[in-house]
Nanobody
């Protein structure tokens, strides 16, 4: 199975930017759908963005559209989340996840994904 390690989190002021990275190792990465989720204190984990294995299709939570961009580099086994115009409500632990194959669950559902990283903290101050 794929092992995932996130990095790039930190503390940033509102309006600032961060780029998260998720490095994958193990099973074939290039054929997998990748997703980013986040979980704020006291809240459920929620979908943020996803990208198809080719990078040809991307999906976003409505509140991050136009501010966040998901991308991948299959040669480097890495998926990225560029986050611009950050807001305090973006504060959360961000997780990347891998879906090995298609299923009845959509890319927006955490049930679609088979493995998860350990998470990286993003804190946006006002």
């Amino acid at each position: 199975q794929v092992q995932l390690v996130e990095s790039g989190g930190g503390l940033v002021q509102a309006g600032g930017s961060l780029r998260l990275s998720c490095a994958a190792s193990g099973r074939t990465f290039s054929m997998s759908t990748m997703g980013w989720f986040r979980q704020a204190p006291g809240k459920e984990r929620e979908f943020v963005a996803a990208i198809s294995w080719s990078g040809g299709s991307t999906y976003y939570k409505d509140s991050v559209k136009g501010r966040f961009t998901i991308s991948r580099d299959n040669a480097k086994n890495t998926v990225y989340l560029q986050m611009n115009s950050l807001k305090p409500e973006d504060t959360a632990v961000y997780y990347c996840a891998v879906a090995y194959s298609s299923s009845r669950y959509s890319v927006y559902s955490s049930s679609r994904y088979d493995n998860w990283g350990q998470g990286t903290q993003v804190t946006v101050s006002s």
